[in-house]
């Protein structure tokens, strides 16, 4: 620490890991059971066990901990529950890759070794994750870390399952899915990320049987139509509706199909007739069910074309459509290629061109689960921030389709259901099955397939607490407070954790959800390892320091807003330490000087709640402020100030600083409330940054040079360090904890001390107003000294003018501050009387300002450089006359370009006036 109080800035290195091991140490991030308030609970959405962590996790566990640290001193017993997910698909194609890198398969090695290799990249990739958590500063409850996949979770996967088989509510049966040909698996609809892509639309003629003449069908997909099974029309299309009964031979094989009526087809889209490929479209599989069709399918589950296809047989997609298309131009039956625009689906894991599969799948029936969710919603008992996002749930529950849980996978919860090989009876039960219920047989294999990732992930509200135990932490602390998580998931997991909730307990699953944005590069992309540019948070954290990377995100980010990231955010953050950092030696350095350091009176426990209401009145603060004050000291540090303190002793900078520290306090509070992060720390940063240093230390600097006035301003300038660590900690969790504890007079860990309250109108007003017209005067002279080029050496007057005499006394009064922040030998007040010349002009509301530039400025000089520069401003102005004054520009330019030159005349029109008034007071 000596070290550290030596440098002129702020270095994290050893500090973050010093406190995070204090705090763990000291078991406080597990919950405080002495408190009696209510528990402010957040189940961590669990990251994968598939690498390293990204800059959108980072933010996600910035804004938790910020909510469960700002809980946590508000007095609540607080729990932050840990856990890492199994991730199925992603951890099984990394581990299929080691695999083959080694030059085996997982077929090969057969699925017992698979999955020893995978349990052994999970405990590999789980330190290295948890590792970046704690460097982040996440005060996690580490002793209820939870995996998706270790054996209580899984025992409450199965618990659900079969809950929900024995309900009725899973099915087993054929179905059309969406299919990865790579993963060789199935997929729900939401892991389909469908893309634009430039294609074709072919029209293929289908024979009639039994007339001359054929049918044309469009299709991007003309590899599909050994599939196709009939062509239909829409039944009321006068002009086709004639052919319904025909039959048509379909292309390139000896099949012949018919011709049926469907409201599928649309007489105004395409050719009017559409193929129908039940085994290979969604839609056409619900035309083959409405017509009892076959189901042919063409193609294998690796998305190459099978013994349908005839000659084609071998060929994946790709080629068996090039010769298809060939084949079919060779028998006349090409009739038209058109270039078209169209959706296709992708695997949202490995980018993969989804293929539509007819497949025996296990499903959730959805409908009946969605209506309580949709209602919790409607009610008011879940609230999603930001609002918008309550549209997009209602739709997608409203218009809810059965879940697809089965993966054709090994790494995960292996499907709880035994089929006896004699009977063939499947048995889905909580235990391993020995014999069949039915006829005893005891020939029993497990089903081969794993259970969809989310399966696990939409228990995670309770599962880590216990259930389907009835434990003391389910009894405790669930419902959960609050879920923070990516908008991008609203329909994967946060909808299936509010249905589960309601399923299995018969209650929400939290109180809110607090949608994050998605983090993007400069360029606008989404952060990904495949494109390089998402950094390692240790990387950041490594150069920056954690509480910078923290600072920046959370302050930068809008609540719900996407963020475009580049290392350079980071500076705000870094800065803003050094400024925090800096404050804290100064005021330190001499308070030590001062010989205060240790000089205080019997310590005693700070309160564990901190209502500034409650310390005085608005009245008692303006009767009595000294008194207030040394309350609100007791109440941050516990005991007295070192010195006693009089009301005289407390100026107007003191008073102000106090005044604006309270409404701090309050607007803090209010954005945490609000879950409006960004607005709570940006209050904050603003004042202390801008406030507390750039207007409070410089005024009091005089005070802290004199002897006998500087205990008091010390005494301010510590209480708002103390306050203003309190207000930073749940955003700056470890500069704030070290710098808390060099304040001589703080006691124990910032991280429980109390968090500062406030409602209501903030005491100290009159002073408080009165400084900030000081501010405003202050800000016009230094504008004035800025446009009239005056050198920092140079001193000079003001002359404030009012047009009310009673005025004049308060503004003599405060006339040597103003000259001390101005940076001005004196500044006289009057009221009335004529313009000095020449002078430098403005205006602080009622205020006039003179600036003369006798002795401030070489009046010819400046003369000169203000007609040079008058004469180019005029120069653009005629430039942009001419422009906008020419038709043809106007007419013919881009309208950005046209907008831009206007923008550019008016804002140059402003400086031509600017300059004018300059010259005017010159003469």
Not at 342 to 364: A, N
């Amino acid at each position: 620490m000596e070290n550290l109080k030596n440098k002129a800035q702020y270095n994290s290195a050893g500090i973050e890991e010093k406190w995070y091991h204090a705090w763990e140490e000291a078991g406080l991030f597990g919950p405080d059971e002495s408190l009696e308030a209510e528990p402010f609970v957040i189940t961590l959405p669990p990251p994968n066990v598939t690498g390293i962590l990204h800059i959108g996790h980072c933010l996600g566990g910035s804004i938790q901990d910020t909510l469960i640290r700002w809980a946590r001193m508000r007095g609540h017993p607080t729990v932050w529950v840990p856990g890492t997910d199994h991730a199925s698909i992603a951890t099984e194609q990394v581990v299929s890759r080691q695999m083959a890198a080694a030059g085996t398969s997982k077929h090969e090695a057969g699925r017992d070794v698979f999955l020893e290799r995978a349990w052994a990249w999970k405990e590999e990739t789980h330190g290295r994750i948890t590792k970046q958590i704690r460097r982040l500063g996440a005060s996690l409850d580490w002793s209820r870390e939870a995996f998706t996949m270790d054996e209580d979770r899984n025992r409450a996967v199965i618990e659900a399952f079969v809950t929900l088989k024995e309900k009725g509510l899973i099915y087993r049966d054929v179905y059309l899915v969406n299919w990865c040909p790579h993963d060789q698996t199935a997929i729900s609809d939401d892991e389909v990320e469908y893309r634009e892509v430039e294609g074709h639309l072919w029209h293929i003629k289908y024979p009639l049987v039994d007339q001359e003449g054929y049918v044309t069908v469009a299709t991007t997909r003309p590899e599909t139509l050994f599939g196709d099974t009939a062509v239909a029309v829409h039944p009321d299309d006068p002009e086709r509706r004639h052919l319904i009964g025909q039959m048509v031979h379909l292309p390139l094989t000896d099949r012949v199909i018919p011709v049926i009526g469907d409201h599928h087809a649309d007489p105004e889209k395409g050719t009017g007739f559409v193929k129908i490929t039940p085994a290979h479209d969604p839609n056409d599989f619900l035309v083959g069910q409405r017509h009892d069709l076959d189901k042919v399918i063409c193609m294998t589950p690796r998305a190459l074309m099978n013994e349908n296809a005839g000659q084609f047989e071998g060929m994946d997609c790709e080629t068996c459509r090039a010769a298809v298309l060939q084949a079919l131009e060779a028998e006349g039956l090409l009739a038209k290629t058109e270039k078209h625009i169209h959706q296709v689906g992708h695997h949202d894991r490995c980018g993969t061109i989804i293929e539509p599969y007819l497949s025996r799948q296990w499903f959730l029936r959805m409908d009946q689960l969605a209506e309580p969710a949709v209602k919790a919603v409607e009610d008011g008992e879940i609230t999603l921030f930001p609002e918008r996002w309550v549209g997009v749930y209602y739709n997608w529950m409203r218009n809810i389709r059965d879940w697809c849980i089965s993966r054709q996978l090994w790494w995960g919860h292996r499907i709880p259901v035994w089929y006896c090989e004699d009977c063939g009876e499947g048995i889905a039960a909580r235990e391993a099955v020995e014999s069949c219920t039915t006829c005893a047989s005891r020939n029993l294999r497990q089903d081969e397939d794993v259970l969809d990732t989310w399966f696990s992930s939409w228990l995670w509200t309770f599962s880590p607490l216990g259930w389907p135990a009835a434990s003391d932490d389910m009894k405790k602390y669930h419902p959960t407070s609050v879920m923070v998580t990516g908008a991008d998931i609203i329909f994967f997991w946060v909808a299936r954790m509010v249905m589960a909730s309601y399923e299995f307990l018969g209650e929400k699953p939290f109180g809110e959800v607090l949608f994050t944005g998605i983090v993007r590069d400069e360029e606008g992309r989404k952060m990904s390892k495949s494109l390089g540019n998402s950094p390692d948070p240790i990387d950041l954290i490594d150069k920056y320091g954690a509480d910078a990377l923290r600072c920046s995100l959370v302050m930068l980010t809008p609540t719900g807003q996407d963020i475009f990231f580049s290392e350079t955010t980071l500076e705000v953050g870094r800065n803003f330490c050094n400024k925090i950092f800096q404050a804290n030696r100064l005021v330190l350095g001499i308070w030590e000087e001062a010989g205060l350091d240790g000089v205080r009176s019997e310590m005693k426990s700070a309160p564990r709640t901190l209502d500034l209401a409650s310390l005085g009145t608005t009245a008692e603060w303006e009767a009595e402020p000294a008194k207030c004050f040394c309350e609100l000291w007791a109440g941050v540090f516990g005991g007295e100030p070192p010195v006693e303190l009089s009301d005289d002793e407390l100026t107007l900078e003191d008073r102000w600083i106090i005044n604006r520290l309270i409404q701090t306090v309050e607007t803090c509070n209010d954005g945490f409330r609000k879950r409006r992060l960004n607005d709570a720390s940006y209050e904050v940063f603003n004042f202390f940054r801008h406030e507390f240093c750039d207007w409070y230390l410089e005024a009091v600097k005089p005070r802290l040079r004199d002897e006998a006035q500087r205990p008091a301003a010390l005494c301010v300038a510590v209480l708002n360090l103390g306050l203003s660590y309190k207000l930073l900690h749940p955003v700056m969790p470890f500069i704030t904890e070290e710098l808390w504890n060099w304040l001589p007079p703080s006691q124990g860990f910032l991280m429980v001390s109390s968090f500062p309250e406030f409602t209501g109108e903030a005491p100290l007003a009159v002073a408080g107003n009165r400084f900030e017209e000081i501010k405003e005067i202050v800000v016009v002279i230094r504008n004035l000294r800025n446009e009239l080029g005056v050198q920092p050496g140079k001193r000079g007057r003001a002359i404030l003018r009012v047009s009310e005499s009673d005025r004049v006394p308060a503004l003599e009064q405060d006339g040597a501050l103003i000259a001390l922040l101005s940076k001005l030998e004196t500044v006289t007040v009057v009221c009335g009387g004529d313009d000095p010349q020449p002078a430098g002009i403005g205006v602080a509301g009622t205020v006039e300002i003179f600036l003369p530039m006798e002795g401030l400025v070489d009046l010819e000089k400046e003369r000169t450089r203000l007609e040079k520069e008058l004469a180019k401003v005029e120069g653009w102005i005629k430039g942009c006359e001419a422009k906008l004054g020419n038709s043809k520009f106007t007419a013919n330019a881009p309208e950005q370009v046209v907008a831009q030159q206007r923008y550019l005349l008016e804002e140059n029109q402003g400086k031509a006036a600017q300059l004018r008034e300059l010259l005017a007071a010159l003469a």
